[in-house]
């Protein structure tokens, strides 16, 4: 067929919601509107009644097929993709991790090979850096020429991957001078080593101590340092994962004198509280991730935060571990723990649930969060993130009236375990396009293998 037409749906965009039929040719989209006085031979029409039309999810924070504390994630390019595609994601944005004693370009390079030909949508990368040698920032050039226009820091794990603060000063600095964004991860690493070191001395080895050792305002000072440091470094700013009201707090304040600053949080902070380190055992590693979940108090916070545009982006922080991988290493000291979880098949439908169908956020927000505000951010708008003419048709057709329920024993991601098990939520995702293809249907993925295309983003 030359043509897909799906008619008759609801089409969602950040500006606004209008009943209309959308026109695909080319893996692109042709039309939007009232298409029905159109005559067209060779077209394949998709009946679309009582369906929500909405962008294909974006999702900017994942770490597919990614060496963390000594293991790798469990989901490569092409079981992570497949399972972000089943669940309403059709663009990820990974991060490249900087291997030890490994050159920045080198471990690009290593990154891009484990997605090509896997990898069954669209993708590209964050370099992250690590270890900043001799020379490491005259690399930052060709990584932005290459497509790669954003690289991340760690301000926690002394040792393995955070950066001092004169080294996360020339990170800024460096990358802005050639038009990149930085992403950091704000937390005191210092100071939650020693906090995990005295937990350890008194014999409080398991894994709900992870929540102890990284306490709200380990966070909070991490994030105002880190503001102040861009602010020396003249170069824009923007934070992964946040999860408290004081990070809020601190972005807001620096937002509200028009610096470069914007932050994300994600769906398990939203959404998931605290009191599951409680759990007995060692059940309560499957939350061992960082940040730590928090208390309704801060998650309140961080909801307001995102109907005030504070928080700009929603993203999974998809770095799954499975539970029995996380006991081998962790089993006798929670710091061994690998930190992460999943999350990137499920984003999308816990977002809508909890958030539209509880009345947080308004549908045009969800599209905002979900999809056009990380495209807009990394560089992938208007190809991505929304339904208009000459956009990459990347489409999620939603029924509002179906009911989805998570658990581990139907998932597509390769995880033992998922921590919204059981949950049965409003809306069901029929079917999802990506550049015009019907990928995933009923949350199955019956897309062509390893189509997923690198995507050079554009700068700022
Ligand atoms: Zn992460």
């Known amino acids: 067929m030359t043509y897909l037409m799906l008619t008759g749906g609801r089409v969602v965009n950040t ?68 399972a972000a595609a089943c669940g309403g994601t059709t663009t990820l944005v990974d991060f490249a991790m900087q291997a030890p004693g490994e050159k920045l370009l080198q471990s690009l390079e290593n990154h891009r090979a484990k997605a090509q030909g896997k990898a069954v949508i669209d993708y590209g990368f964050h370099m992250c850096v690590t270890d900043l040698y001799e020379g490491a920032t005259d690399e930052f050039a060709e990584i932005m020429q290459s497509g790669v226009t954003s690289f991340k820091v760690f301000m926690a794990y002394r040792g393995s991957l955070m950066l001092h603060d004169g080294a996360l000063f020339e990170v800024l600095r460096s990358s802005s001078a050639v038009g990149g964004q930085v992403c950091v991860h704000a937390e005191n690493g210092d100071v939650i080593d020693r906090l995990a070191a005295d937990l350890v001395a008194a014999g409080r080895t398991g894994p709900g101590s992870h929540e102890v050792s990284r306490p709200p305002s380990t966070e909070v000072e991490a994030v105002r340092r880190a503001i102040q440091i861009a602010r020396m470094a003249d170069s824009p700013l923007y934070f992964v994962h946040l999860s408290t009201e004081g990070a809020v707090e601190a972005v807001a304040e620096a937002r ?85 979880g999943p999350g990137v098949e499920h984003r999308f439908i816990v977002m809508y649930a909890e958030g539209v169908q509880k009345g947080r956020i308004s549908l045009e927000k969800f599209v905002d969060l979900i999809a056009t505000a990380p495209a807009r951010q990394f560089g992938l708008f208007p190809s991505k993130g929304a339904i208009v003419s000459g956009a990459d048709a990347d489409i999620v057709i939603l029924d509002p009236n179906g009911t989805t329920t998570i658990s581990a024993q139907t998932q597509n991601q390769r995880m033992d375990y998922t921590p919204y098990e059981g949950w049965t939520l409003p809306g069901a995702i029929d079917a999802v396009y990506a550049r015009g293809e019907l990928v995933a249907r009923g949350g199955k993925y019956i897309g062509s293998e390893g189509r997923g295309r690198f995507l050079a983003r554009s700068t700022l």
């Open 15 to 82: 500006g606004g919601t209008v009943d209309a039929d959308v026109l695909v040719r080319d893996g692109k989209i042709e039309a939007v509107g009232n298409l029905s006085g159109l005559t067209l031979t060779d077209v394949e029409r998709v009946d679309c009644t009582g369906r929500l039309l909405l962008p294909g999810g974006v999702d900017v924070h994942t770490h597919l097929d990614s060496p963390m504390m000594g293991t790798t994630t469990s989901d490569d390019f092409a079981t992570g993709t497949r």
């Open 256 to 340: 509200a004198k028009d610096w470069a600053v914007a932050g994300e949080t994600c769906t398990h902070y939203l959404t998931l509280d605290r009191s599951l380190y409680d759990a007995p055992g060692f059940e309560s590693a499957k939350v061992v991730l960082t940040p730590p979940l928090r208390t309704k108090e801060h998650r309140d916070a961080l909801w307001r935060g995102l109907r005030a545009g504070t928080l700009g982006v929603v993203s999974s922080d998809h770095c799954p571990f499975c539970l029995e991988e996380k006991r081998r290493l962790g089993e006798n000291d929670f710091r061994a723990i690998p930190n992460g």
